[in-house]
């Protein structure tokens, strides 16, 4: 999917139009690698869940300020219950809103 979206971006870019962003839906459920492969690619992730679980994770997507996209209500019932939510501790850790969108 990346590398298809890099070459339409490419296109769109010299015909002078708006390029698409990349922003898979991770993290949520299955592998770490997941994210890893988003870090490497992704210009912002929706969910990330799983960045509680590898902390080392989280704060290269800290300190690279890459958007996670998270909601308090998503998932609940399959996931985590909203009071086991990540949200206030990844603010915590350093992440603003902002860039939580």
């Known amino acids: 999917m ?3 979206i890099a070459v339409v971006n490419m296109i769109r870019r010299d015909r002078g139009l708006n390029t698409f962003s990349f922003r898979p839906h991770c993290g949520e459920a299955g592998s770490i690698n997941h994210l890893v492969s988003a870090f490497l690619l992704a210009e912002g992730i929706n969910h990330g869940l799983l ?3 590898a ?3 989280q704060y290269l997507f800290y300190l690279s300020q890459i958007p996670v996209a ?3 209500l998503s998932n609940n019932s399959l996931f985590s219950g909203l009071p086991q939510k990540p949200t206030p501790g990844v603010l915590q850790s350093g992440y603003t ?3 939580l969108y």
Do not use: E, G, T, V
């Open 97 to 99: 809103r902002q860039s």
């Open 70 to 72: 998270m909601s308090p």
């Open 55 to 57: 902390p080392a994770l």
């Open 2 to 4: 990346y590398a298809n």
């Open 51 to 53: 960045l509680r679980k």
